[in-house]
Nanobody
Framework: QVQLVESGGGLVQPGGSLRLSCAAS????????MGWYRQAPGKQRDLVAT???????NYADSVKGRFTISRDNAKNTVYLQMNSLKPEDTAVYYC???????????????WGQGTQVTVSS
């Protein structure tokens, strides 16, 4: 089973920056797409950004031009650089990976535990 460890959340003022990291470890055959989602209180969990193994990216319209997703395949880690943060970016951010099991070779989704990002003055 793959384990995901997220880090980098916190409190930041509007206009500030944060960098989230999500490292995958444990037993797995291969990581496919990796991404970030967020969930604000009382709202559904929404896509923020995804990145394929080849580096193709997809962003929510609300974060385009401000957030950058990247990955280090050698470290099995995905990053989310968040710039020009706004109060409406406040949410719990979840890492998600599409992973193949080392035992069955079947693919499944794995979620991280979430990390809080609060943008406030």
């Amino acid at each position: 089973q793959v384990q995901l460890v997220e880090s980098g959340g916190g409190l930041v003022q509007p206009g500030g920056s944060l960098r989230l990291s999500c490292a995958a470890s444990g037993s797995f055959l291969r990581l496919y797409s990796m991404g970030w989602y967020r969930q604000a209180p009382g709202k559904q969990r929404d896509l923020v950004a995804t990145i394929t193994t080849g580096g193709s990216t997809n962003y929510a319209d609300s974060v385009k031009g401000r957030f950058t997703i990247s990955r280090d395949n050698a470290k099995n880690t995905v990053y989310l650089q968040m710039n020009s943060l706004k109060p409406e970016d406040t949410a719990v951010y979840y890492c998600n990976v599409d992973v193949a099991s080392s035992l069955s070779h079947m693919r499944y989704d794995k979620w991280g535990q979430g990390t809080q990002v609060t943008v406030s003055s």
